[in-house]
């Protein structure tokens, strides 16, 4: 394994950019779906390293109607739910098993984003769809990444990978980590669930990857449909790049450098890449951009480091393009 990956975050980069690139696998059920990838999300029980949706191209982009950002459980259950035509939205969307307010809440909100319309009729709140919303998410697939895999970290996996196959939430459970060169790898010698897939990643240049083991196919339990669109909503609307947002960019030493098709966040001053919880305000070497490279040929509204978080939020948006 190359510097470029001697962090777990930056594995999991690359991992989410390999998975962004050429997902799936060879020899799985996903042809001809379009793959939603993301990093860091789950459940109160669980929070997963990489989620791939794997969405339907047609209904990927009707999904665009609603917006670039998340919708949330109160957003979905209103914009799912409201009418072609003009109605009473408590006669319109079925009762929420909560109180009414709280639906009424979302209503302003949902048309304050424009995700639908509202007027008010008399005393009434009436609402209408834009569009319907579309039923966009395939599959749900959960990565956890392990570039190496000791014996401890291979003993907490086993766990790890249990819940994942038994929750009922995913369609499909993986395990990536990187590739030894080994004639059998030592991910394939731990005592992980026969029902995960294993993925190797050789980093050496631009991140390619082999399935070691073939996962199983999973049922999900319908019961939780909901949470599954949950989960895909937070994939659409952060993708993986969002760790700019908790990182920062407006520091004079943040760099962006390529590891392959990959761009990685670089720290100038410590020369290493970073991680979210290192490049932060409280790290003792950060130090604000100069107010002069703010004028030198970057964007009025700011400077390099600005130019560093549109670049990677135009990079996520442009993935939600199925024509891209």
Known sequence: M?????????????????????????????????????RQLGTRERRW?????????????????????????????????APAEWAWYRDALPDPGYPWRYVRAAVHRAAGRGVVEKRRSGNRIEIRR??????????????????????????????????DVEAGLADEVWVATAATGDDVEPVLLADLPVEAGVLTLDLDGA?????AWHPSRLSPDSALSGRRLELAERAYGRGFRSYVETMRPDCRHFELRRAGDALLPWCAAKETHQSQAVCSGSCDSFEPEPPQWRTRGWPIEGGPGKGIARLLAERRRRRRRVDD
């Open 2 to 38: 190359t510097a470029t990956a001697d962090t777990e975050f930056v594995f999991e980069l690359l991992v989410c950019r390999w998975a962004e690139r050429h997902w799936p696998p060879e020899s799985t059920d996903a042809d001809g779906t379009v793959p939603v990838v993301a």
């Open 49 to 81: 390293d990489t989620v791939v949706i794997e969405a339907d191209p047609d209904a990927l982009a009707a999904r665009a109607q609603f917006g670039e950002r998340e919708l949330d459980s109160d957003l979905l259950h209103v914009v799912r739910h």
């Open 130 to 163: 834009i569009a319907p919303y579309p039923d966009w998410v395939e599959r749900v697939v959960a990565v956890e990444n392990k570039p190496d895999l000791d014996a401890s970290a291979a003993r907490a996996l086993e766990d790890q990978l249990r819940h």
């Open 207 to 211: 991140a390619s990857a082999d399935v």
